[in-house]
């Protein structure tokens, strides 16, 4: 038994655990205190570790001498980056799922795959909003709304952490990729509060151990040392105790402000304060009083995880095991997005009848490749990737398959003409969007780097810039340039078109793709995502009518993007307001192409809203939800309030809850969903005010439904 453990039997036969953490710090020497706030790889040799693509966990905070094992990192969101894991759809797919419970499975599958690979910390809990989707990141957060991005993550969290801790990104607005390491944000106190924050807090409150700064500043200082994030909001305000760690290697700029501020671990490798720490001590800059708060909050949240760690330890078999690509697959189903589905020939253009199918002609050329995502710090290496050509062919063993990439014109028009329905896979990859690495070029970032060891062998300066394991090109990932897709993904959706009248155009991407040119030209449209490993296998199941699409889209896509918020992805500045997505959709009386929360299904629904009352706290809504069609099927209640009295300026409705139903045809049930009155609170000075007045709450199966039934509950003063 190690020193760490006996600590921790102190802590689960009740001991106190300030004291007990207390009397850990104690034990450790002066350099161990130290060590304990980077993280523990050498930089130029761990540099040259990360451009080697090694894939173990990232340690940080270890103390071998008494086993206190520090923090062992792995990131996320679309499974774990060790090993050849299990590869689930991207964050933004599962967010179109609104299947709270399904993320907790998710993120109890990633856990125990993080946790027997030797990992205890899940850096995949990325919750910034989607301010914009150009954002090139967009696929590994779930949406656009605070309130819906929250409940996401927080069952991520909870899930995970029931075998590791969770990790928490990026704190805070970090919302645009290729300017992510010169932009300041500004914005002001409702903004934060009320459309940046609301959602870090909620995951935070679910048991998130550890939260990531950002790598941008906010209103001035650098996130990872911004004593008004890191300390007067997260600590003081919503009560966290756990820690922070920085971004990777540019995530702070001053080591002795970034402990001033309330970093704990400066991440990844003995970078800057290993050298800047010491000196501080010296001159007087910094005391040892400064640096014990921090290791002990560094103790105090290992010795808590551990103590509280009870789940049996997952073998190595867990790794992409069957259950878990199940998973996979479940995921993948629930988060397609069925958008348009037009009559053909005097029925719907989906499902496919699979009896009557004798050709069918799957063109494009993401039909016959994996897609899963970027490849940047979420890329996740599954063992194989079902793509939707593999899962079309599994599907219909009896039915002759064509497949054409796009690039033979002649080949093209002759396999759809003469089938009896046309599969176009179009859309996104990792090189035209995802993380962007650039730091190469940027002498404030090389300046970051300690001086270089003459014996150690290093890479070339190019790859020494290189960030979150992947190559440092200008070409891959970073923010979009446009929203709409390809010059040749139009031309063939429109050829194919022409050719076949039952042509379902299949999207790929991580967020918001506009449509206006060609969507009135097909008969279908499926927003398949990056759809994990088993995406494949999903597609099918949801074009042949096996499983019924229930997705729903976590974003609005406008009809033309001058209706968004200004995106401009080389700014060094940029104020971010109330603004964005269908909330300014909304103000401006811009109707979308496919509103927030939008999503077709092979049945229909309705949704009856009956009674809400006051209780407590709380608001509880009651409505009934019925299937009345023919199929079974699943749809999401939204529930959206607005005060149209309001004195402030505010949303015309948001979302503050949402309810999945699974309904067999013709079943009705009965949901009911509370909303905590602080949904509705407005942040006005540094309090929260629950405005007096008469909400009216619609409950609705889209934003902006014209079915939607409002419930009008009057809020005292
Ligand atoms: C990303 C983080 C990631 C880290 C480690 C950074 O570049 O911004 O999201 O966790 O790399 O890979």
């Not at 300390?231 to 971004?247: A, H």
């Amino acid at each position: 038994m190690t020193v760490f453990d006996d600590h921790v039997a102190r802590i689960r036969a009740g001991g106190p655990i300030d004291v007990v953490a207390g009397s850990l710090l104690a034990l450790l020497t002066r350099d161990e205190r130290l060590g304990c706030l980077d993280g523990d790889l050498e930089f130029w040799s761990g540099l040259a570790g990360m451009l080697s693509a090694s894939r173990a966990p990232w340690p940080g905070a270890a103390i071998p001498r008494l086993g206190v094992p520090g923090i062992q990192f792995s990131d996320g969101p679309r499974g774990v980056k060790l090993g050849s894991a299990t590869c689930f759809p991207v964050a933004m797919a599962r967010g179109a799922t609104w299947d709270t419970e399904l993320e907790e499975r998710v993120g109890r599958a990633i856990g125990e795959e993080l946790r027997a690979q030797g990992g205890n910390l899940f850096g995949g809990v990325c919750v910034n909003l989607l301010r914009h989707p150009k954002w090139g990141r967009a696929q590994e957060t779930y949406s656009e709304d605070p309130a819906h991005v929250g409940e996401m993550g927080a069952a991520l969290t909870r899930g995970a952490s029931e075998h590791v801790m969770a990790c928490v990104k990026h704190f805070a607005l970090n919302s645009m990729e290729n300017a992510r390491f010169k932009v300041d944000v500004s914005a002001d106190e409702r903004t934060l509060h009320e459309v940046y924050l609301p959602h870090f807090r909620r995951v935070v409150e679910a048991g998130a151990e550890v939260v990531m700064s950002a790598y941008n500043s906010v209103n001035g200082a650098w996130c990872g040392e911004n004593r008004a994030l890191l300390t007067g909001i997260l600590r003081d305000e919503w009560g966290f105790s756990g820690i922070v760690i920085s971004d990777w290697i540019a995530g702070l700029r001053d080591p002795v402000a970034s402990v001033k501020a309330g970093l704990d671990i400066e991440m990844p490798f003995r970078q800057q304060r290993a050298y800047a720490l010491p000196e501080a001590l010296a001159d007087g800059r910094l005391t040892w009083d400064e640096i014990d708060e921090a290791a002990l909050r560094i103790l105090t949240t290992l010795l808590r995880y551990y103590a509280r760690l009870t789940a049996p330890a997952p073998p190595i078999s867990v790794v992409a095991s069957e259950e878990h690509q199940g998973l996979a697959l479940e995921a993948a189903e629930k988060a397609i997005v069925l958008l348009r589905n037009e009559a053909v020939g005097g029925e719907p253009a989906l499902p496919l009848a699979a009896a009557r199918l004798s050709r069918l002609a799957v063109v494009g050329r993401l039909a016959g490749r994996p897609n899963t995502g970027d490849h940047g710090s979420s890329d996740v290496h599954p063992p194989h990737v079902v793509t939707p050509l593999d899962g079309l062919r599994a599907a219909l063993p009896g039915v002759t398959i064509d497949f054409e990439d796009g690039s033979d014109r002649d080949s093209l028009w002759r396999i759809v003409a003469g089938a009896d329905a046309a599969i176009v896979v179009v859309g996104l990859t990792a090189s035209d969007e995802g993380e962007y690495i650039s730091i190469g070029g940027d002498p404030a970032i090389l300046a970051l780097f300690p001086p270089r060891p003459p014996r150690v062998e290093g890479a070339s300066p190019a790859k020494q810039a290189v960030v979150g394991g992947g190559p440092s090109t200008a070409s891959m990932g970073g923010d979009r340039t446009s929203l709409e897709l390809s010059g040749r993904d139009i031309e063939l959706i429109e050829t194919v078109a022409a050719a076949n009248a039952r042509t379902i155009v299949v999207l790929m991407g991580g967020s918001a793709i506009t449509m206006e040119g060609w969507r009135e030209r097909v008969p279908g449209i499926v927003y398949l995502w990056y759809p994990g490993m088993e995406g494949g296998h999903a597609l099918a199941r949801v074009l042949l009518g096996d499983v019924n699409p229930s997705g729903r889209l976590p974003f609005a896509i406008p009809v033309d993007e001058a209706h968004l918020a200004k995106f401009d992805r080389d700014a060094t500045a940029a104020t971010y307001d109330l603004w964005h997505g269908q909330w300014k959709l909304d103000r401006d009386g811009n109707a979308p192409a496919y509103p927030f929360g939008f999503g077709l299904s092979y049945t229909t629904f309705s949704v009856k809203a009956l009674a809400a009352r006051r209780d407590g706290d709380s608001i509880a809504l009651r409505a009934e939800v019925a299937n009345t069609g023919p199929r079974a099927g699943a749809t999401v209640v939204q529930a959206y309030a607005g005060l149209p009295e309001s004195r402030f300026e505010r949303p015309l409705r948001h979302l503050v809850a949402f309810s999945r139903a699974d309904l067999g045809p013709g079943e009705r049930r009965e949901i009911e969903m509370r909303i905590p009155l602080e949904r509705l609170a407005v942040r006005d000075g540094s309090g929260w005010l629950v405005e007096p007045g008469e909400y009216v709450f619609t409950l609705a199966q889209y934003a902006g439904d014209p079915e939607g039934q409002p419930l009008r509950v009057p809020v005292g003063a």
